[in-house]
């Protein structure tokens, strides 16, 4: 294994376990050993996935190995990226270990070969599947923070408030987040999807085909379409957002395992 790949997959077990005692005990110093921690193994990673582009002479998002590295990340760096807003730092304590799980994940299933295409048709392919991994990211933590939503909605509404309530940052700034996370994600998941019609136009000579994958792939799209114009149209926020949220990342995963295990 890379060292630089060991590297990553400590650093996030480490960021892992960090924001869980953070969770539990609320010291800042732990937080802040939790975030470094997850972002040396962002840059880590960073390197990792340069170095097999140097080494493979293309992006590595080719197969299932590299697309979970792939993913993991996308979500420590979507994630970064929404702290420097949001500064969510409980949101890492489940974060930290969807990164780590895909690391471990990526580490353990083989790396085939590639056969490689020529380079327009694997430029529009590596778009779809990279803009696919990307936009998947944001909606991951969209999800995560619709699942956070419905903790703290509880218990705000429950006379025992208990343990998550003090823990949890507002109902506002939760939905703000999961707004931010479909603002980001939906534009980034839709150019995944017009690449993906121009890659099959160029290799099967159609745009559309009934494989499940894409039916799927579509419905999700739709999902998340419906939701972003009932936010922006309607003023649909909270709780009926956060479970939209969650069903469109639910389709997400269910195409995601067609696409490579079925």
């Not at 994600?185 to 160029?202: D, K």
């Amino acid at each position: 294994m890379n060292i630089f790949f060991a590297l990553t997959i400590a650093c996030y077990i480490a960021s892992s376990l960090g924001y869980q005692a953070y969770v539990v005990f609320q010291k800042r110093v732990i937080y802040r050993i939790a975030m470094i921690g997850l972002w040396t193994g962002f840059v880590c990673h960073t390197i990792v996935i340069a170095m097999n582009y140097v080494e493979a002479g293309y992006v590595p998002v080719q197969n299932i190995h590299e697309t979970f590295s792939a993913f993991a990340w996308a979500v420590a760096g979507v994630f970064l990226a929404l702290q420097i807003r949001f500064n969510l730092m409980v949101l890492g304590a489940l974060v930290a270990p969807v990164a780590a799980l895909c690391t471990v994940i990526a580490s353990i299933l083989s790396k085939p070969q590639i056969q490689m295409t020529p380079l327009f048709e694997n430029l529009w392919r590596t778009s779809h599947i990279g803009a696919i991994i990307l936009g998947n990211a944001a909606f991951a933590i969209a999800f995560l923070v619709s699942i956070l939503y419905l903790i703290q909605e509880r218990a705000i509404k429950s006379k025992k408030r208990g343990f998550f309530f003090r823990r949890l940052p507002s109902l506002k700034l939760l939905d703000s987040m999961g707004y931010s996370c479909l603002i980001v994600g939906f534009p980034v998941l839709t150019f995944g999807v017009i690449a993906g019609a121009v890659y099959s136009q160029m290799v099967r000579g159609r745009v559309w085909s009934w494989d499940p994958r894409v039916i799927f792939g579509v419905i999700a799209w739709l999902v998340y379409a419906v939701l972003l114009h009932e936010r922006l149209a309607v003023g649909w926020q909270g709780r009926r957002a956060a479970i939209m949220t969650m069903a469109g990342f639910a389709v997400l995963l269910f195409t995601f395992f067609l696409r490579f295990l079925g």
